[in-house]
Every structure is written in structure tokens, then in C-alpha cells.
């Protein structure tokens, strides 16, 4: 099972890379999307779709921020529960 930082999945074309698209990071509670985000992403690189022509919600496209970002938001909400404790 893969996690994000941001609890989204990342669906969608590689910016900086063409003709990759990646279809990852669903953690777990995330399953569930997985067959239609897939289906979207089969359009994509099959008959050219943009992720705009998708019904794939924008907070899961894959951006050259998201993909530098250095925030993890699933350690800074373990150590917000857990503040004695050296994550």
C-alpha cells in the first residue's frame, strides 16, 4: 500500500516527463477510487484525454509541487497526537 504526504493520490501524466503517467499512492481508505481513476488514466494514454476530460477530481493530478514537496502531513498528524513521543 502506498501513501501520499497529502493524502491524495497521484493520477495522472509525469510533468517533466513525457509519456509516463502514474497511478499511485491511495492509502488505503483510497482503494475504492482506484478502478475509476484507472479508467481515466487508460483514456489518457490510450486516446490522448487530458486530465481535464476525465472525471478524476483535480486534487489528485500529479504536479510538479506536489511531487517537491517536502511536507508530510501524515508525520505532522502523528506527532500532533503523539507530541512525546521522536518520530
Known amino acids: 500500500m502506498g501513501y501520499s504526504s497529502d493524502f491524495m493520490p497521484y493520477v495522472g501524466e509525469v510533468p517533466g516527463k513525457p509519456n509516463q503517467t502514474v497511478l499511485a499512492g491511495f492509502s488505503g481508505h483510497g482503494m475504492p477510487l482506484i478502478l475509476l481513476c484507472a479508467k481515466a488514466v487508460a483514456r489518457m494514454?490510450?486516446?490522448?484525454?487530458?486530465?481535464?476530460d476525465?472525471?478524476?477530481?483535480?486534487?489528485f493530478r500529479v504536479t510538479k509541487e506536489?511531487?517537491?514537496?517536502?511536507?508530510?502531513e501524515i508525520l505532522e498528524g502523528l506527532e500532533k497526537e503523539h507530541p512525546s513521543s521522536k518520530l
Open 54 to 59: 476525465t472525471d478524476v477530481p483535480s486534487v
Open 66 to 72: 506536489r511531487l517537491e514537496s517536502t511536507k508530510n
Open 45 to 52: 494514454v490510450r486516446e490522448g484525454a487530458a486530465f481535464e
